[in-house]
């Protein structure tokens, strides 16, 4: 396995700084057991009259869900560890746990829908829009392309094998339409939306900002539908995060061109600007813009921090589903922050190099850690051999500033 053997190179086990009660976004007392509120939502709350005593010899550690010693474990510096025994567990069960009730995630410009499992964990569901051979039309504005149920798995393996380890877990899934939400669904806007169509499948479409309508509908064959489930992050009442705007953001206007665009010299004025000024911010934001160049995504307008960790934490890699569009053709202006400031992490630049080295060839790691995914294949060939040209054109950006 070339993935186990990059797993346990040099580069792959630098240790992280030593994690303290306060570098850690939820403190559990070991004795205590967690137990859910009745409301079915996905808070979780402290209760010393647990309804249910510890079977003896475990802790209250032992009797969490996955789901939520995933959330207990995330810390000021990864969002999951690099050998998380948890994460198998976690993907298996985001991928063929029952669902028990299914509504719609309310904002957002397209469908997505909020799965609830009988453990209270909760997946961020993303349907199939395209097959896995389209692309992008040419014409297409960033911000008018699918979001793609695909995309959003090969992202989350792709951020691990980059070792920056900021998306939360995401599996694939065959999802029953009629079982699995139209049945069980509260939401009686979605309900309202589901038809049969001409060829006897089952469609909705839910409601949204674009693509919600019945020309964009999703229809199952006749009632199976591909999407993406990804493990959603702790409960917002219960860890604050906080979204930023990105520098680079594009302008989201057909003919208007952003500042970053026009001006050669942008990244003076963004590094004297808090957050950016001091610490780690900058250089996370650039790790965040290789993975979008990889990827190909256009449309990283915001990012997102746990409020907790105040500046000096990692940046959170969420809403991944416009990678992948295109593997014909590559998109320079995504590397604006790396030409333009022309710094990048020792770390991120080492193991770069070492992904583009025949052993850890960059397509055919993802290619592995993608075979196990309930989709495989997630992606289609080509989009696998444009990493590892999109990687050549990274480090040759990166030797461009080392020579200037």
């Known amino acids: 396995s070339k993935l186990a053997a990059l797993f346990e190179h040099p580069l792959y086990n630098i240790p992280i700084p030593e994690v303290t009660e306060k570098d850690k976004l939820f403190v559990v007392n070991p004795m205590e057991k967690f137990s859910l509120r009745s409301s079915g939502s996905d808070e979780w709350v402290s209760n010393s009259k647990a309804e249910t005593l510890l079977l003896t010899g475990k802790t209250a550690y032992d009797t ?14 990864e969002l999951y560890p690099r050998q998380d025994p948890l994460m198998p567990t976690l993907l298996q069960d985001l991928a063929t746990q029952r669902i028990v009730s299914s509504v719609q995630k309310s904002g957002g410009t397209q469908l997505k829908l909020i799965m609830t499992f009988p453990n209270y964990g909760q997946a961020l569901f993303k349907p199939m829009k395209q097959t896995r051979d389209q692309e992008t039309p040419i014409d297409f504005f960033y911000f008018s392309d699918f979001e793609r149920h695909n995309a959003e798995i090969a992202a989350f393996h792709l951020d691990r094998i980059l070792d920056f380890r900021r998306i939360p877990p995401v599996s694939g899934r065959l999802v029953n339409i009629t079982k699995e939400i139209r049945d069980i669904t509260t939401d009686k806007k979605l309900a309202k939306t589901f038809f049969i169509s ?5 469609c909705f479409y839910g ?9 964009h509908a999703l229809c199952g064959k006749p009632d199976r539908l591909e999407g993406s489930m990804a493990a959603l992050l702790p409960d917002k009442t219960l860890a604050k995060r906080r979204s930023w705007r990105s520098p680079w953001r594009r302008s989201y206007h057909k003919s208007k061109k952003a500042e970053w665009e026009l001006n050669p010299n942008y990244c003076a004025q963004v590094r004297e600007t808090p957050p950016y000024n001091r610490g780690h911010r900058l250089l996370d934001l650039i790790d965040m813009t290789i993975l979008d160049f990889l990827i190909g995504n256009m449309d990283r307008h915001h990012y997102e921090t746990f409020e907790k960790f105040g500046n000096d934490t990692f940046l959170l890699h969420l809403d991944n589903g416009r990678g992948f569009g295109t593997h014909s053709r590559d998109e320079p202006s995504i590397l604006a922050p790396l030409r333009q400031c022309c710094s990048i992490k020792k770390s991120t630049y080492l193991r770069l190099q070492l992904l583009a080295t025949q052993p850890y060839r960059l397509s055919d790691l993802l290619r592995e850690a993608l075979a196990t995914d309930p989709l495989a294949p997630v992606l289609a060939e080509p989009h696998l051999r444009a990493l590892d040209r999109r990687l050549g054109k990274v480090l040759a950006a990166v030797g461009r500033c080392l020579a200037g």
């Open 198 to 202: 001409p060829a006897g499948n089952v």
């Open 64 to 77: 969490y869900p996955t789901w939520l010693k995933f959330h207990v474990g995330i810390n000021r510096y």
């Open 207 to 215: 409601e949204c900002s674009y693509y919600c309508s019945t020309e």
